[in-house]
Protein backbone atom coordinates (compact mmCIF):
# COMPACT_ATOMS: atom_id res chain seq x y z
CA UNK A 1 0.00 0.00 0.00
CA UNK A 2 1.30 3.39 -1.09
CA UNK A 3 0.90 6.51 0.97
CA UNK A 4 -1.87 8.42 0.10
CA UNK A 5 -0.33 11.55 -0.60
CA UNK A 6 2.38 13.08 -2.82
CA UNK A 7 5.80 13.97 -2.03
CA UNK A 8 4.60 18.00 -1.55
CA UNK A 9 1.91 17.26 0.71
CA UNK A 10 4.23 14.86 2.51
CA UNK A 11 7.26 17.59 2.35
CA UNK A 12 4.40 20.05 3.51
CA UNK A 13 3.53 18.12 6.42
CA UNK A 14 6.86 17.29 7.93
CA UNK A 15 8.13 20.94 7.76
CA UNK A 16 5.20 22.08 9.99
CA UNK A 17 5.65 19.45 12.54
CA UNK A 18 6.76 21.83 15.77
CA UNK A 19 10.37 21.52 16.78
CA UNK A 20 9.57 21.15 20.28
CA UNK A 21 7.33 18.30 19.84
CA UNK A 22 10.37 16.45 18.64
CA UNK A 23 11.36 13.99 21.15
CA UNK A 24 15.27 13.24 21.49
CA UNK A 25 16.98 10.32 20.68
CA UNK A 26 19.41 7.91 23.08
CA UNK A 27 21.50 8.84 19.60
CA UNK A 28 23.43 11.93 20.19
CA UNK A 29 22.17 14.41 17.45
CA UNK A 30 18.91 12.29 16.20
CA UNK A 31 15.36 13.21 17.71
CA UNK A 32 12.03 11.92 16.40
CA UNK A 33 8.20 12.69 16.18
CA UNK A 34 5.18 10.02 15.62
CA UNK A 35 2.19 11.70 13.39
CA UNK A 36 -1.00 10.22 12.83
CA UNK A 37 -2.32 11.13 9.35
CA UNK A 38 -6.14 9.92 8.60
CA UNK A 39 -6.59 10.12 4.87
CA UNK A 40 -10.08 8.31 3.42
CA UNK A 41 -10.71 6.80 7.01
CA UNK A 42 -7.70 5.13 7.10
CA UNK A 43 -5.19 5.89 9.97
CA UNK A 44 -1.21 6.19 9.13
CA UNK A 45 1.14 6.11 11.82
CA UNK A 46 4.44 8.22 10.49
CA UNK A 47 7.58 8.26 12.38
CA UNK A 48 9.71 11.31 11.51
CA UNK A 49 13.46 11.27 12.26
CA UNK A 50 15.41 14.32 11.88
CA UNK A 51 19.25 14.71 12.76
CA UNK A 52 21.41 17.76 13.39
CA UNK A 53 23.71 16.85 11.06
CA UNK A 54 21.28 16.85 7.51
CA UNK A 55 19.91 20.19 8.98
CA UNK A 56 23.13 21.68 9.15
CA UNK A 57 23.75 20.63 5.51
CA UNK A 58 20.25 21.66 4.39
CA UNK A 59 20.85 25.27 5.99
CA UNK A 60 23.91 25.70 2.91
Known sequence: MSSPVDFKSSERII???PEAEFIKSEIEGYSSLEKIITYTEIEQRWLVVQSQARK????R
Request: aromatic share 0%.
Open 15 to 17: NDL
Open 56 to 59: KSDL
